[in-house]
T-cell receptor, first 110, second 118 residues
Framework: QKEVEQNSGPLSVPEGAIASLNCTYS??????FFWYRQYSGKSPELIMF????GDKEDGRFTAQLNKASQYVSLLIRDSQPSDSATYLC??????????FGAGTTVTVRA | ETGVTQTPRHLVMGMTNKKSLKCEQH?????MYWYKQSAKKPLELMFV???????ENNSVPSRFSPECPNSSHLFLHLHTLQPEDSALYLC?????????????????FGAGSRLTVL
């Protein structure tokens, strides 16, 4: 069983819409979760992390965590063409390690 | 320089060549990582070093040999690679010892080394 799974996408949304990305994880002991954004040809960069059940908002980004259901999601409000990228969900997989999902590619149509 | 720097950015090598990838971090982090990113696949963790001691070797073939002389530098020595080893190799660093809340496992990635094995 994969440790972290993401809805495969690709996801295409019109500019100004909400993009919704989902991720499930297998380790019930995981405490913190991370969303990384990777532009084509670039390296991943951290955009949010969350460790408490509920929502965490940062600008146009909202991360949602539901530990009982073992899923974490990322909402991008008012999507912009600059949000077009691959979004990677990650969870700890032991000491000093992160397990990444395969990523969801988002395209925002102008 | 700041952040995590990787060299070379692009590398083409034959299956009999020996080459090395270099990573340097200027963030004061104490853990460094090698990840492999192939098309349409999740990032694969290869090696982890914490305070220059290897703490993880994720069943990586011996044709990949890591070296971590200190907490700021990490190398990946390559020899007799296969075409399927062609991928983007990402170095990352992090602080450790902060627990699971707040900052642990927050990785900062380098720009990557794009490797092509002919």
């Amino acid at each position: 069983q994969k440790e972290v799974e993401q809805n495969s996408g690709p996801l295409s949304v019109p500019e100004g819409a909400i993009a919704s990305l989902n991720c499930t994880y297998s380790d019930r002991g995981s405490q913190s979760f991370f969303w990384y954004r990777q532009y084509s040809g670039k390296s991943p960069e951290l955009i949010m992390f969350i460790y408490s059940n509920g929502d965490k908002e940062d600008g146009r980004f909202t991360a949602q965590l539901n530990k009982a259901s073992q899923y974490v999601s990322l909402l991008i409000r008012d999507s912009q063409p600059s949000d077009s990228a691959t979004y990677l969900c990650a969870a700890p997989a032991g000491d000093y390690k992160l397990s990444f999902g395969a990523g969801t590619t988002v395209t925002v149509r102008a | 320089e700041t952040g995590v720097t990787q060299t070379p950015r692009h590398l083409v090598m034959g299956m009999t060549n020996k080459k090395s990838l270099k990573c340097e971090q200027h963030l004061g982090h104490n853990a460094m990582y090698w990840y492999k990113q192939s098309a349409k696949k999740p990032l694969e963790l290869m090696f982890v070093y914490n305070f220059k001691e290897q703490t993880e070797n994720n069943s990586v073939p011996s044709r990949f040999s890591p070296e971590c002389p200190n907490s700021s530098h990490l190398f990946l020595h390559l020899h007799t690679l296969q075409p399927e080893d062609s991928a983007l190799y990402l170095c990352a660093s992090s602080l450790t010892g902060q627990g699971t809340k707040g900052g642990a496992n927050v990785l900062t990635f380098g720009a990557g080394s794009r490797l092509t094995v002919l």
